[in-house]
């Protein structure tokens, strides 16, 4: 059974940093590409990151290009997003959510999500 | 980026009725591979979205068949046969044949 577990969410100041963690399980992580989604309170799903199976390319939102790094530890099945430099537009639930190839080709399966909330 | 822009934003169904949301992106989807990365998306309140549909066509594991996708090039459909009342919550399409990922803006599927 696939699994996908996120932590690290909370409360941070403008300008701040958190650091997200996705746990995986239950199937070749190394084989497949990872993304983020985030989802501000009451609205739609943005595409934030990816990055592929090797992790040797990663892609992001204009958004966060240049604040935000993704990476994967592909020993420990797991994948992360640092965030740096956070605006109180980046609170959201940020979901980590498994891509069905190597490349990103759209995710299959979805986290529970981590609420992120930038705030004073 | 590819626009996706979703009708209609809310759909009100009786239960046992049928059910259409449309799907039009900004350019074509048909990737240079010859595939069209467009995916349909359930999200019921408080919990994540779950994939439904992928490849434009293609029921995911799990998924019941009175859901259906159907379009090409940049004009998309997903049909629920006969909505059910787990099938409430908010469905969005979404493109993956080019980067940025982008998503429509989501349609609300309630009961009458």
């Known amino acids: 059974e696939v699994q996908l577990l996120e932590s690290g969410g909370g409360l941070a100041q403008p300008g701040g940093c958190l650091k997200l963690s996705c746990a995986t399980s239950g199937f070749t992580f190394s084989s497949h590409a990872m993304s983020w989604v985030r989802q501000a309170p009451g609205k739609g799903l943005e595409w934030v990151s990816a990055i592929s199976g090797s992790g040797g390319n990663t892609f992001y939102a204009d958004s966060v290009k240049g604040r935000f790094t993704i990476s994967r530890d592909n020993s420990k099945n797991t994948l992360y997003l640092q965030m740096n430099s956070l605006r109180a537009e980046d609170t959201a639930v940020y979901y980590c959510a498994k891509d069905m190839t190597t490349v990103t080709r759209g995710p299959d399966y979805w986290g529970q999500g981590t609420l992120v909330t930038v705030s004073s | 980026d590819i626009v996706m822009t979703q009708t209609p934003l809310s759909s009100p169904v009786t239960l046992g009725q049928p059910a259409s949301i449309s799907c039009r992106s900004s350019?074509?989807?048909?990737?240079?591979?010859?595939?069209?990365?467009l995916s349909w998306l359930q999200q019921r309140a408080g919990q994540p979205p779950r994939l439904l549909i992928y490849?434009?066509?293609n029921r995911f594991s799990g998924v019941p068949d009175r859901f259906s996708g159907s379009g090409a090039g940049t004009d998309f459909t997903l049909n629920i046969s006969r909505v059910e009342t787990e099938d409430v919550g908010v469905y969005y399409c979404?493109?993956?044949?080019?980067?940025?990922?982008?998503f429509g803006g989501g349609t609300e599927v309630e009961i009458k």
């Open positions: 979404m493109q993956a044949t080019q980067l940025p990922l982008t």
């Open positions: 350019q074509s989807l048909v990737h240079s591979d010859g595939n069209t990365y």
């Open positions: 490849k434009i066509s």
